[in-house]
């Protein structure tokens, strides 16, 4: 339990900072896509922008790091679901996490592809058949990689390590807000 309050306190200084300074972004303050109030940002590469290679299957393939704010005050967890509308069959999920709480407002760098986070927050199945973050990897061209972020009313309580299918089943209907964060990857 100790470790989870500093996990949030650390949470918080980390969003403070990123909010205040920039963190190294351009413009000084961090990138985002606003959905009402709900922001998504990262400090590793603007919105729209192209994901640094170390966030790829030809680099580290490691998850970028994101911010997390403005969640309505009825939000009982939030789900974020990364995936590539430009792939072949129309939609390749590389990234599934859910139940993440409301006073998470990050994920680190580098997360472990465990089921359970470091936040207590869970990852699912991404479409390469493994949990976690699965980077970007496409056979040949420029992707969009949408980072979508949804807040619910409901904790969704599922079996960890779910597929997308079971998660959008579950949120159906209790979805309260939601934004979205793009970035782009080509070979």
């Known amino acids: 339990m100790k470790k989870c309050a500093l996990d949030i306190i650390l949470g918080i200084i980390c969003t403070m900072c990123l ?16 959905g009402g109030t709900m922001k998504i940002s990262s400090n590793a ?7 640094p290679k170390k966030y790829t299957c030809d680099g580290e393939n490691i998850n970028p790091p994101l911010v997390f704010s403005g969640f ?5 967890s939030v789900v974020l679901i ?6 072949l069959n129309g939609r390749f999920t590389h990234w599934l996490v859910y139940d993440i709480h409301p006073l998470a407002f990050y994920i680190n760098e580098n ?5 359970i986070m470091t936040s207590g927050s869970r990852q699912g199945q991404n479409d390469f058949g493994e949990i976690g973050w699965g980077g970007p990897c496409p056979p040949s061209g420029t992707h969009r990689y949408v980072f979508r972020l949804y807040a619910l009313d409901k904790m969704l309580n599922i079996d960890l390590g779910a597929k997308r299918n079971a998660v959008e089943t579950a949120m159906q209907g209790h979805i309260i807000a939601e934004t979205e964060f793009t970035g782009t990857y080509g070979r």
């Open 19 to 34: 909010l205040a300074t920039g963190c190294g972004t351009e413009g000084g303050k961090p990138s985002e896509s606003t």
């Open 82 to 87: 990364c995936d590539d509308p430009d792939a």
């Open 111 to 115: 997360e472990p592809k465990t089921r």
């Open 45 to 51: 590469f603007e919105n729209g922008g192209m994901i």
């Open 72 to 76: 309505p005050d009825n939000t009982k």
